[in-house]
């Protein structure tokens, strides 16, 4: 293919593109036949400059990500914030629609290279040389430590690699996947069934919230809608019976209150059934944002903002235009034949 496409060098590979026309899993095996490989005629072959790397190791994108200035975090730079390029990368951002309080509105990602790491190694050391990659943008990291790493999905952070001394291989990180690395202002240590979540207070008389502040949550007793309030509460300093949760859904511009009470009785075995936050309709994971209520200063049911109000008529707007335009794109249909009478005589077989 090199020799066909008159392209110098060796250092590309083959990726073949699946179903969804995108580059899929890189062909490493160079040995294997075509039949092994399960390539077949009419299969799209996409070249790709860039070696692989030997047996055993991943080559990962890494990223700088920087949240748009809440509490408890670095605050950024004026010019990365605008997305001004800087010598280290290009800062990129991706636009979350509606946040609560416009505090997730934006989301910096700043390119600080490509990692060659070894599978067995660990989420500390996949810290430890990636902070050699470039400057941090004039942060200061003593150590792992202060770094958080997650999977970068969508443009977002997705998947949150929590413990530090777990093999890389153990995460199951295809060759596709890329890291973003999130500063902290103190160390932090996650054990397995810790959860980080971005926690926002409610501001009373306001339909807006104070800035989010992390919250690790120790699901160790289950994760019940009971022991997150109870964490919750805790955090704030209130009484668990004076605070209102709800979940938020950027993508819906929806707040989905979490209650306690929610436990159902089964019909055949008269027990409590345990509520589980991870399944429906929450679906909690690392990273997702809670709002919390005050009911001593308020007594209202809602969570919205009117960043959630402009976002819901925004969507709106574009699934009437989205109609609009497959309607327009439709054939006209044969005009109908006018009815005719139909009479049906049935004869009789006595």
Not at 1 to 8: D, K, V
Not at 118 to 124: H, K, P
Not at 321 to 329: G, K, M, P, T
């Amino acid at each position: 293919m090199l020799e066909q496409s008159g392209l110098p060098g060796d250092t590309w590979h083959l990726r073949k593109m699946d179903w969804c026309y995108e580059a899929g899993e890189p062909l490493c095996e160079e040995d294997a036949t075509l039949r092994e490989l399960m390539i077949c005629s009419g299969d799209t072959l996409l070249l790709i400059e860039g070696k692989l790397p030997p047996p055993g190791f991943l080559k990962v994108p890494v990223w700088w990500y920087q949240p748009r200035g809440p509490a408890g975090h670095w605050k950024s730079h004026p010019d990365q914030r605008s997305g001004t390029p800087s010598p280290g990368g290009v800062w990129r951002a991706a636009s979350t629609q509606g946040a609560p309080g416009d505090l997730h509105g934006e989301v910096s990602l700043r390119y600080l290279g490509d990692l060659e790491i070894s599978e067995d190694a660990t989420v500390a050391e996949l810290k430890s040389q990636a902070m050699t990659l470039s400057p941090s943008s004039g942060f200061v990291i003593p150590s792992p430590a202060f770094l958080r790493a997650w999977t970068l999905e969508s443009q977002r952070p997705g998947r949150l690699l929590r413990t530090n001394r777990q093999q890389l291989k153990e995460y199951r990180l295809g060759r596709k996947t890329e890291i973003c690395l999130e500063p902290l202002q103190k160390e932090e240590n996650l054990g397995p069934q810790d959860v980080v979540l971005r926690t926002q207070m409610r501001l009373p008389g306001e339909r807006a919230y104070a800035p989010c502040v992390d919250l690790v949550w120790d699901t160790a007793r289950g994760w019940t809608a009971g022991s997150l309030r109870q964490r919750v509460a805790h955090f704030c300093s209130l009484p668990v019976e004076k605070i209102e949760i709800a979940k938020y859904f950027p993508e819906k511009f929806e707040w989905l209150p979490i209650s306690s009470w929610n436990q159902q009785l089964t019909k055949r075995k008269k027990k409590k059934k345990q509520d589980n936050l991870q399944g429906a309709p929450y679906y909690l994971k690392d990273g997702d944002t809670i709002g919390i209520k005050n009911l001593l200063v308020e007594d209202d049911e809602d969570f919205s903002t009117v960043a959630d109000d402009l976002g819901k008529k925004s969507q709106e707007a574009l699934r009437v235009q989205s109609s609009d335009l497959f309607s327009s794109a439709k054939t006209p249909s044969r005009p109908r034949a006018p009815e005719a009478s139909l009479s049906i005589h049935v004869g009789s077989f006595r």
